[in-house]
């Protein structure tokens, strides 16, 4: 079973604008992550956000994050054509150190 | 990330075949993992160890076994390969702070 879904499952913006993807989990977390994927290869760490914070920022990623709904955004400002790629929401349950990953949102930035 | 290797990285094989693959890594994490992908989808947990002396089950171990040899090398067999475990496997390693570093793949298909 997949605890984290993205939406939507695939975005196409021109070189320049502002992408955001949403991940929505179903139980309490103890942080949630998002990772970067570019075909075919491994998953990139991009930026963990723990329960007790509510906003995130790492370069042109901004990671909010509202436990009440259960949800998550990831905002890639002034997107660029080398941020085409699948992006995943995981979230750690329980300080189990394992991850539940959602099945990602497909990004695709035309140059 | 070249901290986490794994070996091979594509392998074709036929039903019923004995397969085992390899992931090693440099960073000095106790923590290992092996996950599978399917297309268009997340990641899905097989196995999962905390050290030498500790292995546990993912969500999907049924036809799968794993070897700790070492700190630095943790081995994913499939005792018997049928077709439906032809997918994209992951090895990841994390750190305290609870990110995941995942090794290149193996994309394993199963005729």
């Known amino acids: 079973s997949q605890q984290g879904e993205e939406d939507p499952q695939a975005l196409s913006i021109q070189e320049g604008e502002n992408a955001t993807m949403n991940c929505s989990y179903k139980?309490?977390?103890?942080?949630l992550q998002w990772y970067r994927q570019n075909s075919g290869r491994g998953l990139v760490h991009l930026i963990l956000?723990?329960?007790?914070?509510r906003e995130k920022h790492s370069g042109r990623l901004r990671v909010t994050l509202d436990t009440s709904k259960k949800s998550s955004s990831l905002l890639i400002t002034a997107s660029r054509a080398a941020d085409t790629a699948s992006y995943f929401c995981?979230?750690?349950?329980?300080?189990?150190?394992?991850?539940?990953f959602g099945s990602g949102t497909r990004l695709l930035v035309r140059p | 990330d070249a901290d986490v290797t794994q070996t091979p990285r594509n392998r074709i094989t036929k039903t019923g075949k004995r397969i085992m693959l390899e992931c090693s890594q440099t960073?000095?994490?106790?923590?290992m993992y092996w996950y599978r992908q399917d297309p268009g989808l997340g990641l899905r947990l097989i196995y999962y160890?905390?050290?030498?002396?500790?292995?546990n089950k993912g969500e999907i171990s049924d036809g799968y076994s794993v070897s700790r040899q070492a700190q630095a090398k943790f081995s994913l067999s499939l005792e018997s390969a049928i077709p439906n475990q032809t997918a994209l496997y992951f090895c990841?390693?994390?750190?305290?702070?609870?990110?995941?570093?995942f090794g290149p793949g193996t994309r394993l298909t199963v005729l």
């Open positions: 995981a979230t750690d349950m329980d300080s189990s150190y394992k991850l539940i």
């Open positions: 139980t309490s977390i103890n942080n």
């Open positions: 960073k000095g994490h106790d923590r």
């Open positions: 160890s905390f050290d030498v002396k500790d292995i």
């Open positions: 990841a390693t994390s750190d305290t702070r609870d990110r995941q570093f």
């Open positions: 956000i723990r329960s007790n914070e």
